[in-house]
């Protein structure tokens, strides 16, 4: 990865329908944005028309492709979009501009269908398989070529969508789905993230990102030399940092992320049974990017007096197959709920200048030193984060793309 505080911007090209197409003086302001947490890329674009006067005629639904290089030439950002608003229209003696907002098809025919019917018909299949090829390939027609990351599941599962629109569904199901890696015991974590990027669509745990490698180290304040060390070579400087969030405690009480109970009555013999949840006597089985150890306010939890949420459900088991799903589908509504919760506890920003290799979904390990006269290693808040979010931005008047990462992880570094 290279680093260059100079220009850094490249419109490789950018065209509007069948409209002439933009060029870089035409462009003001870029914001391209990944996120973790929603199944879309998306771009901002302002551009100016003083020239041609095309913005006048555009209302939306129009195809744009757009495609950004980076200044080594290695990585590039875009592709094809549609415009789904047009925002900030002006005209200023004269000088006319509007911003672009911009999504992929796939995010607009998802949000124009509501779909009522059964997904996993018969006994039921995994849940992979019913989100890439009973949903994305077959109702929304995604290439296969785009759906090459995706986790296989050990349980089985059928429903009906409620008139849902598929991503929707899609992130229902990904809250039930456990890893094939982990079984369907002790350890059957429920939690998967669904997300897109340059290369395609991912399904993947959240226990999985602890088994992936850092691409990259971020040191805070770095700046390269020219005869450092090969492995020193790896190292993104950090400009600025920002600790947004260590933990979201009131969140978690109201999630039931660490101590709940699921009432649940069954009207095939009106049988009514608790399932109690405690994160004591789960977390130790949980896969975590950092430290094993649970944080020290958890031992308040391991009581039977009282839970910090209580949820109520009535099922039919009768109208269920017998599966590793519906064996223990109770228990992972608290289980699924505290490991999103723990995935997302922790949340650090941090900025700088480089080129667009990295996007959401890859491990980082970052760095954090206390003060700066003695470079003590800020252990507790270094470790191994995943790039939940990655925003972009080019403004003409600084001549530069900047990169901001949300970055995410679920336990704190510790002392090696």
Known sequence: MSVNAQSNFQLIRFQIADFPPIGPNQVLYVQYTEDIRSATMRMEVQITDSQTGFLSQLTGMENVFIQIGDSTGTTEIGGEFVIYDIQDRRNIQGKSSAVLMLCKVDFLNNAANKISRRFGKGRGKKIDDIVKKEILQD?????????????????????????????????????????????????????????????????????????????????????????????????????????????????????????????????????????????????????????????????????KRTFTRIMSKVSDSALFTRGTYTQGYTKQLSQSSLREKLFYSKKVTVEFVSDYSLEIGEVVQLDIYKGSADRELDFANSGRYVIGMVERTFKSSEDKMTTKLTLFTDSDGEKK
């Open 139 to 303: 109702l929304m027609g995604v290439d296969e070529n785009r759906l090459t990351d995706f986790e296989a599941t050990v349980n089985n599962f059928s429903f009906v969508s409620p008139y849902w629109n598929p991503f929707t569904a899609i992130r229902w199901l990904a809250a039930k789905a456990i890893p094939e890696t982990s079984g369907s015991g002790k350890a059957a974590s429920a939690g998967y993230a669904f997300y897109e990027t340059r290369s395609g669509y991912h399904f993947k745990s959240y226990d999985s990102f602890a088994e992936k490698k850092p691409v990259c180290r971020m040191v805070i304040g770095h700046e390269k030399e020219e005869l450092e060390d090969d492995e020193d070579k790896n190292i993104v400087g950090v400009d600025k940092l920002t600790i947004e969030s260590s933990v979201d405690l009131l969140k978690g009480l109201n999630l039931g992320s660490y101590s709940s109970n699921v009432m649940t009555i069954d009207l095939k013999d009106m049988k009514y049974q608790d399932y109690p949840f405690s994160i004591n006597k789960y977390y130790d089985e949980v896969k975590t990017m950092n430290s094993g150890r649970p944080p020290e306010f958890y031992k308040g939890f391991d009581n």
